[in-house]
């Protein structure tokens, strides 16, 4: 049986499944066609990198942007950002089978002592029919393509509804553009959902993290917890048995030392 814990918030009990079964690894790799890498880290617990790079191409996504401010409110703001954005992702498992939503929230400096903050959101479209080509030069794939705009516009519908509104308010947002992933700044992964199946990719599990009193208040009284980076390539090669690990869209990779503190510190170029 896999290791869980149950979670105590104030609108109930959460248990997170701290191992993931290989159903739930499926999940992930049918939820981001891009490709998924298994990630060994030194003390040999596991991650695993979302691959948003693969050379020159970029996944693209949404961004709701927020007015830019001084440290202070930038902090306050990604807080808020944070906790209903959890609510949100909650609130839309079960909407769709088509597509799924990768939710993040995001800052980056914009001046010095100014900061821009918002929520990024990454929809991959999962349809049988082949959705148009990318938009955008260079773009992996097309953020609204047929079939992922029904997952999006039940986020924003969530992410808006004041049933929420007791667990924070959301300063305005003022911009809702298409951009590159690494346009959207320093991106801290926190929810993926497909259909009935939602995984938490926050890398750490803090007890107090008020994300887990949003999912619960959301609906949600169950989650995997799957540990997860961006991750940037510089090709993939054609896979061979000997690439793969038995999962559909999985490679097994160790990171370097370089490549890892890389990905840790996630700034942009």
Known sequence: ????????TRYGDLRLD????????????????????????????LSYGIIF?????????LKLQQVEGPPAVANANMAANR??????????????????????????ERKP?????????????????????????GALVTPIAPGAEPIVAAFLTALMDGADAELGQLAPFIGFDLRPRMRVGSLAFEFLVVGDWIASLNPTVDAD????????????????????????????????AAEGVGLAGFFLARPSPKSAAALATDQEP
């Open 209 to 240: 993290d008020p994300r887990w009193a949003a999912v619960v208040h959301g609906g949600v009284r169950a989650l995997v917890q799957l540990p997860s980076v961006p991750f940037v390539i510089e090709e993939l090669g054609p896979r061979t």
């Open 1 to 8: 049986m896999s290791a869980s814990r149950v979670l105590s």
């Open 18 to 45: 701290l191992e993931p079964a290989p159903e739930d690894l499926l999940r992930l790799a049918d939820a981001w066609p891009n490709g998924v890498v298994r990630l060994k880290n030194e003390d040999d617990s």
């Open 83 to 108: 906790v209903r954005a959890s609510a949100a992702a909650a609130r839309i498992v079960g909407k769709t089978n088509s597509a799924s939503l990768l939710v993040g929230t995001y800052f980056r």
């Open 113 to 137: 002592g100014r900061y821009e903050t918002g929520i990024a959101l990454f929809p991959m479209y999962l349809g049988t029919t082949p959705p148009p080509a990318a938009s955008g030069t």
């Open 53 to 61: 790079q693969r050379g020159p191409k970029e996944v693209w996504g």
